[in-house]
């Protein structure tokens, strides 16, 4: 179960505003109040705070906040973990779970390289432990080093079992253009008895509705996580990577009903209503832009640097500051390859005449043979204003 309790990929790009939650106070979301994981931070935040220098206190309370923050899609929980790991933030020599801990917040703050290394730190010392390479499986892969992911899905078959390294394997022919191969293995795994775990579902229903996707067929995507959110409707990457499909899709009022789910939506649902409300030209569009336009200024007076796809998506889809967009896009792709974001970098720098800034996506994609509906057409524009 290794690589399906935590190996979320690209769920730190889903945020909230990041205020961190005060070290002397836990106020839970909803979800959290409504599942099995409220006593446990809770407990584990009254330990940490009774003895801050605990190690063991320490890691408990950051890991129950960086799940949180990964189901929730919001960071204002890693920022909760990263204090909680302050006294060991700067170790040279961590020990494993240290050093594995640091590296999930570390990379939810995009210090890939900082994460990777981390990862590198805990699997010397506990080569066994599933979680720690399928960590690294997915750094490696976010940062396009597909030679070192190929090896660390190896290693995962080798090491943790044949199912957890064909869902591996899946992932990484999804990622070079061959999904249609991928479906069968998580049609399969799908149905393992072993796999029946709100996260390991979490987890497979995410990537089986992606590997549909990109393969071309966005109606069974749909129907993937439709079905998901039914039994798990605070799947939060289901849910907004539905919100996006129904929008691409132009099933917009969809959309807008989905996203609106909660009264307060992430940033990654929030932007998704404006772009469906917009469409529809429905009487909430303004004020629901309004409350986006509101979060990203709040996150510019706070000089947050970390770039989030819901900015990228609002500043270029919604054609408010496509310039703006264009400029996070690119400094985003130079950190981290993800193919909705490679979508969003050709969009801008195409509507702005600039195709030069996109042309990493296509060095990418070659080197990849990635392939993706939304991308495709995109990308052979992108070839004919370069002459490529």
């Known amino acids: 179960m290794g690589l399906f ?4 990929v690209g769920t730190a790009a889903l945020a909230q505003p990041r205020v961190q939650p005060a070290p002397d106070t836990v106020v839970l979301p909803r979800s ?4 099995g994981g409220a006593q446990a931070l809770r407990e ?3 330990a940490w705070r009774r003895d801050p ?5 320490a890691l408990a309370y950051a890991r129950e906040a960086f799940v949180l923050g990964l189901a929730e899609g919001d960071l204002r929980w890693y920022g909760a973990a990263r204090t909680a790991l302050e006294p060991w933030w700067t170790a040279p020599a961590p020990d494993a779970p240290m050093a594995f801990m640091r590296a999930l917040v570390r990379q939810g703050f995009h210090d890939f390289k900082g994460g990777i290394a981390d990862l590198n730190t805990a699997i010397a010392q506990d080569p066994a432990r599933a979680e720690y390479r399928s960590w690294r499986f997915s750094l490696l892969l976010l940062t396009t080093q597909l030679e070192a992911a190929r090896a660390d899905c190896a290693a995962i078959a080798q090491r943790v079992g044949p199912d957890e390294g064909a869902a591996c394997d899946a992932i990484l022919r999804v990622r070079t253009g ?3 191969l991928a479906l069968p293995v998580f049609e399969r795994l799908v149905a393992l008895p072993d796999y029946q775990g709100p996260q390991a579902q979490d987890w497979l229903r995410y990537h089986q509705g992606e590997a549909l996707r990109v393969a071309g067929r966005p109606e069974a995507a749909i129907a993937v996580w439709q079905a998901h959110l039914q039994a798990r409707p605070r799947a939060h990457l289901v849910r907004s990577a539905l919100a996006d499909l129904l929008n691409q899709q132009g099933r917009h009022a969809d959309a807008l009903r989905l996203s609106l789910f ?12 404006v772009l469906a409300a917009r469409a529809l030209k429905d009487p909430r569009a303004e ?3 309004e409350q986006a336009l509101q979060r990203l200024q709040a996150q510019d007076a706070r000089g947050e640097a970390l770039i989030e796809r819901p900015q990228m998506q609002y500043w270029i889809r919604t054609g408010r500051d496509v310039a703006r967009g264009l400029d996070l896009a690119a400094r985003n792709w ?7 974001d490679a979508v969003l970098l050709a969009e801008a720098a195409l509507a702005l005449n600039q195709p030069q800034r996109a042309a990493p996506v296509l060095d990418w994609l070659a080197a990849t043979g990635y392939t993706d509906p939304a991308l495709n057409p995109l990308a052979q524009r992108l070839r004919q204003r370069l002459g490529r």
């Open 32 to 35: 959290a109040q409504a599942g």
């Open 44 to 46: 584990t935040a009254a």
């Open 53 to 57: 220098r605990n190690e063991a206190a």
């Open 287 to 289: 004020r629901l832009d």
């Open 178 to 180: 061959r999904a249609a």
């Open 262 to 273: 909660e009264p307060a939506p992430s940033d990654a649902l929030l932007v998704q209503a």
């Open 5 to 8: 309790a935590l190996l979320l």
């Open 334 to 340: 130079a950190e981290q390859q993800e193919p909705a």
